[in-house]
């Protein structure tokens, strides 16, 4: 009767085994609406910042992320200072500084921006491509050739080492390497989508952009427009730096941009996305980002006490027992990048 107290135990009922030989599982009952849309959360993805969307290869141009406003790239190719006096240089700078306030037109809102990029590449297959074509049809595929074009070649690849060929301690102080300094030009704005415009927006960047090549051109700056290939080959490099995962060339090689014509568009190919193919993480208490494993900052400089000389970051100039530019002391990779508002 009171057989809590009693030394007599009641049998466990065996458990049956599942046939499958795992216990089933049980819902708890506690998950939620809430609980489900955390697990498919995620952050903002860094492709979802960058604003172009296609290359337009009928107007050069590339279609930004409002999916109306364009923008246009050039590479440009500097005025020639070695040997020039210093009031050659400033008139070289007068006249570029007023190319710049008369080219792009004047906008209270909504005003054209132009962008300044320049930094040391030290990919040389572009000039080892300019090589080859340079051959003469005579002389294309003849054993000398392809000997001089391949030991040339390899000339090239040993230059560009990371580290260097050797340290020029005479004259620079720095690390000799051989690399191409290139500037570029990026010319764009984004449209009132509340106010009719007088002009489509093609219309209106190539005038801006042919006014701009003008008034360069009389301080003897050549403008050169990029295709959609080469403005790829450029983003590629900056955000695949090391790629660890495949060979450096045969990623640019067989990730390039080939530019389509209006009508045979891919379907579903946005710019942005093609030149990712590892994921960028960042570290935003340290302020840094990292492609392939090769950390970026952005450093932001304001507030300038004078006018800058002619030559600031690219000229070579004496400081102390050495003579070179301030951009052959940056570290490898360094892009100096200057943004341009026209405005009243």
Not at 138 to 161: D, K
């Amino acid at each position: 009767m009171f057989s809590l107290f009693s030394g007599k135990r009641t049998k466990s009922v065996p458990r049956i085994p599942h046939p499958s030989g795992r216990e089933p599982l049980k819902r708890e009952g506690k998950l939620t609406r809430r609980d489900e849309a955390k697990i498919y959360a995620h952050g903002p993805s860094f492709i979802d910042f960058l604003p172009w969307v296609e290359y337009l290869p009928e107007d050069e141009c590339l279609l930004l992320d409002d999916g109306v406003s364009v923008g246009a790239v050039f590479s440009l190719s500097p005025a020639q200072t070695d040997g020039r006096s210093a009031e050659r240089l400033e008139e070289i700078r007068d006249i570029t500084e007023a190319a710049l306030q008369n080219g792009p037109e004047e906008r209270s809102s909504h005003q054209w921006a132009v962008q300044f990029y320049c930094q040391d590449e030290a990919d040389l297959t572009a000039e080892m491509d300019l090589l080859r074509g340079y051959v003469s049809p005579a002389a294309q595929g003849s054993a000398f050739t392809q000997a001089w074009l391949s030991e040339t070649e390899r000339h090239l690849q040993v230059i560009n080492r990371p580290e260097g060929l050797f340290k020029d301690e005479m004259v620079t102080g720095v690390s000799w390497r051989g690399q191409i300094r290139q500037v570029r030009m990026v010319v764009y704005r984004y449209v009132n989508s509340r106010q009719r415009e007088s002009y489509p927006p093609v219309i209106q960047l190539r005038q801006t952009c042919d006014r701009l090549s003008a008034a360069l051109s009389q301080a003897g700056v050549v403008c050169r427009r990029q295709n959609g290939e080469q403005i790829h080959a450029w983003l590629l490099r900056l955000f695949n730096p090391a790629p660890s995962w495949i060979d450096r060339q045969t990623l640019y090689r067989t990730a390039a941009w080939r530019d389509s014509r209006q009508d045979t568009l891919p379907v579903e190919t946005d710019f942005s996305e093609s030149l990712f193919f590892t994921r960028p993480r960042s570290e935003a208490k340290k302020g840094v980002w990292w492609f392939d494993n090769v950390a970026h900052r952005a450093v932001s400089v304001e507030n300038l006490t004078k006018p800058p000389e002619p030559g600031l970051l690219t000229a070579e100039r004496e400081r102390g027992e050495r003579i070179n530019a301030l951009m052959d002391m940056m570290p490898p990779g360094t892009v100096a990048c200057l943004t341009l508002l026209v405005q009243p």
